[in-house]
């Protein structure tokens, strides 16, 4: 008999206190042992639309549903009695007759529910709104997996009732129509069949270009078709279940969207990068790409890498949970900050680096110019170096005066380059003498270091957050992961880059063209929140070396409130509003650490304190490791945000001169400065605001800033 498990199972359970929790654990633990058990007090529901759905008794008054044939036991819900019984009394498991998923379809009486109502008022002046899909055959929304008995519904859809029925509908259906309704061709469920899902054996017949296959099944496990696996999943041994169940908030570590898991399986013949704007999942494929090779791979060692420690640790705890059952992957899969594992691998070959601070580099500049009539400023020169020199690690005049000098558009004829160099000629001298490096100089001479020697350390390198990677990083990385298949594998979103100038990639020698996917499944923010974020960016994006992100066609998978934009006239006015609406948050059920308070710098988060203390809710306000403890409110800059999410957030100070930074634009010195500038500044808006899942308040307490206007468009 199978053993299944559904992710309405576990999203219920992480409803219940810990001490329900640990009793269902113990029944789901026995009925895996053995679902004959005398024992199991099993009950017939008194009003089922499915006459397989039974009542297992938990204790007092917790009731766990489950579907029961001869062939399977299906782990569906777990509540209180009549929440529960209420929950399987609305709901039937069938197979879909086009597309042969397993799917929950709930029964259509619910269908007033998702009427919108409006006042008579209203509607004497209202135009009437067109049905969206009007135009779309029966057949046609069969094969984006819409049940049978909710096509009139969809059908008759528009712009008001359109998100109330995606709620509604299983999963690839709610994507197929909310695609269909921006102007997306969705793909048809049944595409998988051959991509994903060859081991099925299909009777078909071709239709048209949209409805690929109808399907007459033999006998085909609906459960094991890749949009089944997104909801339910398959527990073969007493340990699954114990992960599965471990963490029942993290569905991630059990369930994979079908696009996910093509992307986790595929087979690269070079360099491969995924984007997605926010909440879309690229780290979840990034973390199970990293686990996959190692399984598939029983010898190799696997480097899962990012930017930054903070964004390590967060990786490290998901890894932890990812392969709680089979922890001696760790022992093959090592999770480091790109510079940790720069600095380690350095030492191992040339000992222990000194590095230049950024003050010792200004000093070295002061002294390299010194004597030497020119008209830069030190911010000038700053940047160039950092920019251009260290950066590229230019050894020579020669290299300097020929290189393209992305993101610095200020003009330098020849005359003035060769000043230039003098003086970073002069800053290189400096440094050498001093036995001082810095850490692109560090990642040059570990490149140089690695591409001599036959056995690299690692066989694969899976990097997050790849937005942010610098020139000498990817440098790095790319001898590191060498030209082998499947060598390098890249996660990132260009509408996320807080920290880098943009360069080419091509130019460093990796090349993703032809080998890039952009995930449009967005599951942790609301539609609400994405659609408000996603206007302080353009619809697309692209890199210097062409590749386009095109952003329009993402869709969240749930909707939530409207975020709320709100203008004071001083902090004071601000600081009490915000306080209301934390008390608001948590009276209605939020917990207090999943509210987070985030701000642009260090220097307005004295603003964000006052706020969470007038409400009387303790917090914790973060550093560098970024930890959120239950019982806490978490406040930090946005720079911290990266990595974190939160039922609830508040973005605050949003002010003029505070976003963008007007300390950031009173050093540019030419216009492309100014712009990467805005652009980053934008960006650093964008992933605090898509932090939020549910609710999302932004505010300022002064002169707004302008990318509030943009914001509320």
Known sequence: MQFLIADTFTDSLARLTGEEQKAVKTTAFDLQMNPENPGMQFHKLDKPKDKNFWSVRVGGNIRLIVHRTDASMLLCYVDHHDQAYRWAERRKLETHPKTGAAQFVEVRERVQEIIVPKREEDKKHAMPKLPLFASVSDDELLSYGVPTEWIKEVRVADEDTLLQVADHLPAEAAEAILNLATGVTPQVAMKFATDVYPSVLFARKRLDMYKIEEVERADVDSFAHPDAQRRFRNINN???????????????????????????????????????????????????????????????????????????????????????????????????????????????????PQFASIELIKQCLHEASAGIEHKFSLHFLLTEWQQIVDAWQLKSWEPYRDVTRLGRKTRLPEQRRALLWSIFEGVRAILTAKRLITYPGMFNQLTTHLAKIDHPPFDFIVVDEAQ??????????????????????????????????????????????????????????????????????????????????????????????????????????EIEAVSLWIKDRKEEGVAIHEIGVFVRSAAEVDRARMAVEKSGTPYKVLDETVKTVSGYISICTMHLAKGLEFKAVVVMACDDEIIPLQERIETVTDDSDLQEVYDTERHLLYVACTRARDHLLVTSGNTPSEFLDDLRM
Do not use: C
Request: hydrophobic residues 40%; positive net charge.
């Open 238 to 352: 007493k340990e699954e279940l114990e992960r599965a169940l471990e963490y029942p908030w993290e569905k991630w570590t059990v369930f994979l969207h079908p696009a996910q898991r093509q992307i986790v399986e595929k087979n690269y013949g070079g360099p491969a990068r995924i984007s997605g704007s926010a909440g879309t999942g690229k780290t979840i494929v990034a973390l199970h790409r990293a686990v996959f090779l190692a399984q598939t791979n029983p010898d190799s060692r696997i480097l899962l890498t990012t930017f930054s420690e903070t964004l390590a640790n967060a990786l490290r705890t998901k890894l932890r949970r990812l392969i709680h059952n089979e922890p001696r992957l760790g022992e093959r899969l090592e999770v480091h900050a790109i510079e940790a594992i720069g600095r380690r691998l350095y030492e191992v070959n040339f000992g222990h």
């Open 468 to 573: 942010d990677v610098s020139v000498a990083q990817l440098r790095f990385l790319a001898v590191l992961g060498g030209d082998r298949p499947n060598g390098l594998f890249f996660a990132g979103d260009l509408g996320q880059r807080i920290f880098q100038q943009p360069f080419s990639w091509k130019a460093v020698g990796v090349d993703v063209r032809g080998r890039s996917r952009i995930l449009r499944i967005n599951y942790r923010t609301s539609h609400q929140i994405r659609m408000q974020a996603d206007r302080l960016l353009g619809p697309a994006l692209s890199d210097v070396d062409g590749n386009v992100e095109d952003r329009r066609g993402t869709i969240s998978v749930f909707n939530g409130p409207k975020p709320k934009i709100m203008i004071f006239d001083t902090p004071e006015k």
